[in-house]
């Protein structure tokens, strides 16, 4: 298995990230019943133009391949009121590949990215009732911090951080 890593851009040709993180996030969806109308920001029903808007907005994108096949994806993005501060978003990796490995090397990638960067601080988000997940980012040393309700989300969110 050779993955690698390609900055995706705002110009770029969108499909294969879009289609990794309808991939990845469905399972979600699914296994928490959401639906498009109970959770429209939700990555399992995202479109080419919002993620390209969100590129436009600041987001930098990573797009894993293995031989040339995209098997996940990151994003990281530069906290503007918290200095030193980095959040990681959209850690995707599609069905037929999770339990390799791919998304610790993803969050290595991505932490070593904002150390580079001068980044102290790493925050990730996540359904607070997803155990499994929250159990997977606790063993790469992300400790929640709170979590919160919002009104327009089927679910509470746990906010988690890690220092570097």
């Known amino acids: 298995m050779k993955t690698q890593l390609q900055r995706i851009l705002p110009d770029a040709d969108l499909s294969d990230v879009v289609a990794v993180l309808r991939s990845a996030h469905g399972t979600v969806a699914r296994q928490f019943g959401f639906t498009q109308e109970t ?5 399992a029903f995202i479109d080419a133009e919002t993620l390209r808007g969100q590129l436009e907005k600041g987001i930098e994108l990573y797009l894993m391949t293995d031989d040339h096949v995209p098997v996940g994806c990151i994003a990281i993005e530069e ?10 978003e959209k850690v995707s990796v599609v069905p ?7 998304g610790v090397e993803l969050m290595n990638f991505a932490t070593s990215l904002i150390g ?3 980044g102290k601080h790493i925050g990730v988000a996540l359904i607070n009732e997803h155990e499994k997940l929250k159990a997977w980012y606790q063993q790469q040393g ?8 919002y009104a327009h989300l089927p ?9 570097i």
């Open 39 to 43: 959770n429209p920001t939700n990555s």
């Open 79 to 88: 906290s503007k009121t918290e200095a030193e501060t980095f959040y990681i």
């Open 96 to 102: 037929d590949c999770r339990n390799r490995g791919l």
């Open 116 to 118: 580079s960067r001068g």
């Open 142 to 149: 992300f400790r929640e911090v709170i979590v919160k309700e």
């Open 155 to 163: 679910f509470n969110v746990c906010f988690m951080s890690k220092e």
